[in-house]
């Protein structure tokens, strides 16, 4: 476990390790690797892509996420597959005990002498395990659930979240290890704690999904190391996530009565997701129910269709949902929701292949989205 990597070596002749602030490194000393960056593997593509090519050394980088969603699977199994491939990793768990992580581990078919486990509850603990092991990899499952003794705040506090996620910062740079923070969110999709959070890391990643769902969706957001906006899909299992093309899930039933294809922006990709739409007559009152779909925007397209082409909208109840429950927010999605619309109002087909991408008018027009073409790589496969 203390096995120190080529790259985390400090450097020899009497200089010190350039992370530190104690002296002064000129850049010219600093000669890259040979075979360019070191980036080590985390032996799922999906990850690798969206970290830009693999885990860096001394890189921080925080996994945000609801509670629930899979954030400790995940951690368990990079922790896993990093250290199978020789990395040496320590998992430090503040909501779970050791015997609950076992229990995940052995759920995962991941052997218990593959993982180290620390506690994650006290941060001056955790730094000097980390500083004597010298892993390769931190994790740290959560940064709200860790606190310092000296600080005297609540763990999860913005102070205790802030003043941890610095001193996790310092011990980075100035050890080599690389640090990987689970963070929990808000209902409102921001981290919990202060902002300034991902302001201090090198790398914010978004684990989002239908909960009720095993679908799940990794979103590289602020990348200092590569390209943002990467997204690699996964399937929950009962033996963990899967890496999956989720082509063939988003679009079950292209072709029936009330289903068009809708091309979103998914990070830099746009993936063909099909929208489904069920118009229902009815003597009362009209119900208008979107599920993975803005309801305002639902209705707003309903409205403009009715108005705009006479569709028998009026006095129906209205339905929409995606296929997979994969929640779609782009504008340009409009028209692919009034075609959905449409189709199920009149009982006719649409034909198979043929995707739908535009925002709506409220006089009935319809436009392309802004910036529709602006770095996207073609739909289809996500990698």
Do not use: Y
């Amino acid at each position: 476990m203390g096995r120190t990597l080529p790259w985390l070596r400090r450097m020899g002749n009497g200089q010190r390790n350039p992370g530190t602030t104690s002296a002064t490194v000129s850049l010219q000393s600093l000669q890259p690797q040979a075979g360019g960056e070191p980036r080590a593997s985390t032996g799922i593509p999906g990850i690798d892509r969206v970290l830009g090519g693999g885990l860096v050394p001394a890189t921080v980088a925080l996994l945000a996420g609801e509670p629930g969603i899979g954030k400790s699977t995940l951690l368990l199994q990079l922790v896993a597959n990093l250290s199978a491939a020789g990395l040496p990793c320590l998992l430090a768990s503040g909501e779970e005990s050791r015997d609950q992580v076992a229990l995940r581990a052995r759920r995962l078919g991941i052997a218990g002498d593959r993982v180290a486990f620390a506690s994650g509850r006290e941060l001056g603990p955790l730094v000097d395990a980390a500083r004597a092991e010298r892993p390769f990899l931190l994790a740290v499952d959560s940064i709200q659930s860790l606190r310092d003794s000296a600080g005297g705040q609540v763990p999860g506090g913005p102070a205790q979240v802030r003043g941890c996620t610095d001193a996790l910062v310092g011990l980075a740079k100035t050890e080599g290890i690389a640090v990987l923070l689970a963070g929990h969110v808000t209902k409102d999709g921001d981290v919990a704690g202060p902002r300034t959070l991902e302001h201090a890391v090198d790398v914010v990643l978004t684990f989002d999904g239908e909960p009720r769902s095993g679908l799940r969706m990794l979103c590289g957001g602020k990348n200092r190391f590569g390209a943002e906006g990467e997204v690699a899909w996964f399937e929950m299992g009962s033996d963990g996530l899967h890496e999956i093309d989720p082509c063939a899930l988003l679009r079950a039933g292209e072709g029936e009565p009330g289903s068009a294809t809708a091309l979103p922006r998914l990070g830099r990709r746009a993936l063909a997701v099909e929208v489904q739409a069920l118009v229902v007559p009815t003597d009362g009152p009209a119900r208008r129910q979107a599920t993975a779909l803005d309801s305002g925007r639902f209705q707003l397209v309903a409205a403009v269709l009715h108005r705009a082409v006479r569709a028998p909208l009026a006095r129906a109840e209205l339905f929409g949902a995606t296929s997979g429950g994969v929640r779609i927010e782009d504008p340009g999605c409009e028209l692919a929701v009034a075609a959905a619309l449409a189709s199920a109002g009149r009982g006719c087909r649409r034909l198979p292949g043929a995707p739908s991408s535009g925002k709506l008018a409220s006089p009935g027009g319809s436009t392309l989205a802004r910036g529709w073409g602006a770095g996207w790589r073609r739909p289809g496969r996500p990698g």
